[in-house]
């Protein structure tokens, strides 16, 4: 088994910034992917961006070169990850999760609220 925790978010004005932490425990040998992804309100959840356990990164095109996800652990692990988000717009307000990607399962984190507001 596989737990995952978000924190980080909060309230930001527009063009502000917010970094969420996202950080698994328990069998975390068998992760081998970690991702972020976010639901707008009325919208699907969808792909943020996410990183495996070799350094490899992949973004969705709306949010390349303006958030980066980025991992806390040695070479070949990932069990501790970062998305850092820059100029933030009130579109961006969504709820964030974060997910694990094991051997045997995905696992979820119960999600952090972002907000975006003047």
């Known amino acids: 088994q596989v737990q995952v925790v978000e924190s980080g978010g909060g309230l930001v004005q527009p063009g502000g910034s917010l970094r969420l932490s996202c950080a698994a425990s328990g069998s975390i040998f068998s992760i081998y992917a970690m991702g972020w992804y976010r639901r707008a309100p009325g919208k699907k959840r969808e792909l943020v961006a996410y990183i495996t356990s070799g350094g490899n990164t992949n973004y969705a095109d709306s949010v390349k070169g303006r958030f980066t996800i980025s991992r806390d652990n040695a070479n070949n692990t990932v069990n501790t990850v970062y998305l850092q988000m820059n100029s933030l717009k009130p579109e961006h307000m969504a709820v964030y999760y974060c997910?694990?990607?094991?051997?045997?399962?995905?696992?979820w984190g119960q999600g952090t609220q972002g907000n975006v507001s003047s």
């Open positions: 997910n694990a990607i094991a051997t045997a399962k995905t696992y």
